[in-house]
Nanobody
Framework: QVQLVESGGNLVQAGGSLRLSCAAS????????MGWYRQAPGKQRELVAI???????TYADSVKGRFTISRDNAKNTVYLQMNSLKPEDTAVYYC?????????????????WGQGTLVTVSS
């Protein structure tokens, strides 16, 4: 069907930057909403940023002004540029996408998740 694969997670010092990527693959017809979520140890998964196919964005208050979400529709890829990282940004970051895909002669829509990529920010 479809698959989301994230990359870019790493260990970085506070104040540093990282860029996450997430590529969707499979029998894709279209991708509507794409986004990034994160889950810190002992906490619930939370929204970081989302972007529509047309490029409209929404950010969590905690990352506004520091993170930028973008996408390349031709490559079925979403990015998250993270600047001025803080220790509290440490988490597993998950990519999410609303994907319409081909299933035989049909089109189906699913809410797909990546496997997660770890971002660790040291103080």
């Amino acid at each position: 069907q479809v698959q989301l694969v994230e990359s870019g997670g790493n260990l970085v010092q506070a104040g540093g930057s990282l860029r996450l990527s997430c590529a969707a693959s499979g029998s894709i017809f279209s991708i509507n909403l794409m986004g990034w979520y994160r889950q810190a140890p002992g906490k619930q998964r939370e929204l970081v940023a989302i972007i529509t196919r047309g490029g409209s964005t929404t950010y969590a208050d905690s990352v506004k002004g520091r993170f930028t979400i973008s996408r390349d529709n031709a490559k079925n890829t979403v990015y998250l540029q993270m600047n001025s990282l803080k220790p509290e940004d440490t988490a597993v970051y998950y990519c999410n996408a609303e994907i319409t895909f081909y299933s035989g002669f049909l089109r189906k829509t699913m809410d797909a998740w990546g496997q997660g990529t770890l971002v660790t920010v040291s103080s």
